[in-house]
């Protein structure tokens, strides 16, 4: 399942030093606006101990993690929407991920410059959405052109999708994010089909300094404020710090290094996490002699639509699934002794796959 999330903001808040940390591809970091250009993409691990957990009950031959995919796109500059800086395809960029992860530059650094002179989270937020809610308002504008001529004949799903569009317009342009629109139903599809930029979940990253890491800081403070009037998350970390834990390979040094800082585990731990969680994905898992495996599904899935994405046969051919909860499995011990204690349970084609499940599909194609 590829799902993305973009990694988005002004040059030189961090970004490249952030994706970096969060993945094996190296983009180029440096101390100028631009310095990335193309959109970089990593395969991320997601940290989860309960595969550990369950690798160690199993002892498999191969162990599977799930993964989430980040991209790492180029610095935004006011004015992207009309094309300065990289604009259009920076925005081209971010319309084909399905969450945004937008890292806002929360420290203070003289030697490193800020493409408008002074550390200002809020103001570089307010840019960025500027931009991206004048992208949306071409994107609505273009598709009420489209049906204008078939709702000023009467078409009734025309004027709804007229009423919508004019609805959707007026709070764009109060400065207002898509995503913050109350739905009727109907509006639902429609929403989604334009893949507006602003319409895709987010979350606000706090790039701080050492200091700021464990309480946060008076930036901080002020992005936590506004993302909560928006309903959003805030996660804080030190990118450079990242960087840092990330050269060392010793696990022992590693878990000094975070005791030192006052953190239980590294930022882009819990920053892979909540991308994860900002996807509305979730995990089960199958378990076996060969392999112990992470699947990524999306949260309702029913028990078909989960075998479907080990195989689409699986789907066609679903008959039943086989399901033991990872707590059960953990305290008992072993499969067998799950269904001893007459904790596994036989489920059908209505079941839904709840985060954590270990499942064994029965099909027939």
């Known amino acids: 399942m590829a799902l993305q999330?973009?990694?988005v903001?002004?040059?030189?808040?961090?970004?490249?030093t952030l994706f970096n940390c969060l993945s094996n591809a190296k983009a180029q970091s440096a101390n100028f606006p631009f310095c990335t250009i193309e959109p970089n993409l990593g395969v991320i691990t997601v940290?989860?101990?309960?595969?550990?957990?369950?690798?160690?009950?199993?002892?498999?031959?191969?162990?599977?993690?799930?993964?989430?995919?980040?991209?790492?796109?180029?610095?935004?500059?006011?004015?992207?929407?009309?094309?300065?800086?990289?604009?259009?395809?920076f925005l081209g960029n971010i319309r084909t991920t399905d969450a945004i992860l937008h890292v806002l530059r929360c420290f203070e650094d003289d030697n490193i410059v800020h493409v408008d002179g002074s550390v200002d989270p809020i103001r570089d937020k307010e840019v960025i959405d500027a931009e991206l809610q004048l992208k949306d308002l071409e994107t609505v504008e273009s598709r009420m052109s489209k049906v204008?001529?078939?709702?000023?004949?009467?078409?009734?799903?025309?004027?709804?999708?007229?009423?919508?569009?004019?609805?959707l317009v007026a709070h764009l342009e109060q400065g207002l994010s898509a995503r913050g629109l109350e739905l009727e139903e109907?509006?639902?599809?429609?929403?989604?089909?334009?893949?507006?930029?602003?319409?895709?979940?987010?979350?606000?990253?706090?790039?701080?300094?050492?200091?700021?890491?464990?309480?946060?800081?008076?930036?901080?403070?002020?992005?936590?404020?506004?993302a909560q009037q928006e309903g959003a998350g805030v996660l804080v970390l030190g990118a450079a710090i990242e960087a840092d834990i990330a050269e060392l390979e010793d696990h022992e040094e590693r878990?000094?290094?975070?005791?030192d800082l006052g953190l239980d585990e590294p930022g882009v731990a819990k920053l892979i996490r909540s991308a994860y969680d900002l996807l509305d994905l979730q995990t089960y898992f199958t378990a076996g002699e060969k392999e112990v495996r992470a699947w990524t599904i999306?949260?309702?899935?029913?028990?078909?639509?989960?075998?479907?994405?080990?195989?689409?046969?699986?789907?066609?051919?679903?008959?039943?699934?086989?399901?033991?909860?990872?707590?059960?499995?953990?305290?008992?011990?072993?499969?067998?002794?799950?269904?001893?204690?007459?904790?596994?349970?036989?489920?059908?084609?209505?079941?839904?796959?709840e985060d954590g499940d270990i499942m064994h599909f029965r099909f027939n194609v």
């Open 5 to 7: 999330c973009g990694i």
């Open 9 to 16: 903001g002004l040059p030189n808040v961090g970004k490249s």
């Open 47 to 89: 940290p989860d101990p309960r595969l550990n957990a369950l690798a160690d009950l199993v002892k498999p031959q191969n162990v599977v993690p799930t993964t989430v995919e980040i991209v790492d796109i180029a610095g935004l500059v006011k004015g992207a929407s009309k094309g300065e800086g990289l604009g259009n395809k």
């Open 148 to 167: 204008k001529k078939a709702a000023q004949t009467g078409d009734k799903e025309a004027v709804k999708q007229m009423t919508f569009y004019s609805r």
């Open 186 to 226: 109907f509006e639902e599809p429609l929403m989604a089909e334009m893949q507006l930029l602003t319409s895709k979940p987010i979350l606000y990253i706090c790039n701080v300094d050492e200091g700021s890491v464990v309480s946060g800081n008076g930036h901080v403070d002020r992005v936590k404020e506004v």
């Open 255 to 259: 878990a000094m290094f975070l005791d």
């Open 298 to 353: 999306r949260k309702g899935y029913t028990a078909p639509q989960s075998a479907g994405v080990i195989h689409t046969d699986f789907e066609k051919g679903f008959i039943r699934a086989e399901v033991m909860k990872y707590s059960d499995f953990v305290d008992l011990g072993s499969e067998q002794a799950v269904k001893e204690a007459g904790k596994l349970s036989v489920e059908g084609k209505e079941y839904v796959v």
